[in-house]
């Protein structure tokens, strides 16, 4: 990937239309807002991963490692040429991941909430993408030698640990659990779970194996994500009364995904949906999301009714690692 997102940077010019596209798609300003990388890695991938482009395969993982630069350079030149058919349309999608190591950083937090309420849950994700998330309690962990959660499912989170000692391993019971996302990625259709599949990192195997591990035990699981925006999904599940419950708003790299008034508007309903919270009906908003600093994204916390908003720690984008402040 590294080595892919250098070329463009060193050797993109006009010369075919999805070069033309790549250039005139975002300014500055806008450019990780678009996620550009990602959406043309996407699309080379999503050609290798079809067998459609087999000049190109042949420079992909696993072969990467005794192929040039130039090499490399000149397939990714010969696929914009050829397959722009595909290539273009695929670059207007918005690029949706679905990271299962996420879990391993929403965990802690969660163990928090739980610390501090007692209370079962009701958990509602944003930005849910095909719902592997919202599987996280049947996933096993080991978070610093502590463990969380029965393997049997065959799915063990294990980042590195840096920092504070992660929180205690308490029992967490979700009573009730939903999600939505504005385009939810139906897995079960081989083309979707393609471009889903496409926007992992091309030399990144256990990525791969973990997401389709994830996906057997989602379809198992039968967690469905509800096809809504944010801003009009958000109320009706901030309206749900919760009485003996709290109430867990949470999303992983989802918010800078927003337009900027929808953020404030969508802050404020939370808000505004804390101020009316009590000790026997708490909120609680987490989320791991990039703050404008290195390294990794923030994790963040607030509950209310207190509206105390805490920074739990840092992490990896993919959850590789997580450095707990607590």
Known sequence: MVRLCTLFAEHLEPGNSVSENLLNMADTQEFWNVALPLRIAGALHALVLKGQCEKLRRVYPPHHLTVSDSDLWQAVNHA???HADFILPFLAHAPQTNEVRRCAVLLPGFLTIAEKTSYPFTVSELGASAGINQCWDSFA????GQHWGEPANGIVLSPQWLGNPPPEPVNIEVAERAACDLKPVNFRDPAEKMRLLSYIWADQESRFEL?????ALLEKLDYQVDAEDISSWLPKRLNRPTEGRVHVIYHTIVWGYQQEDAKIANRALIEKAGSQATDTSPLAWLRLEPDGKDPGAAITLTMWPDGQE???GRADYHGRWVDWAG
Do not use: G, R
């Open 310 to 312: 805490q920074i739990l």
């Open 141 to 144: 962990y080991q978070l610093n």
């Open 211 to 215: 997401t389709e591990h994830a996906l």
């Open 80 to 82: 914009m040429d050829e």
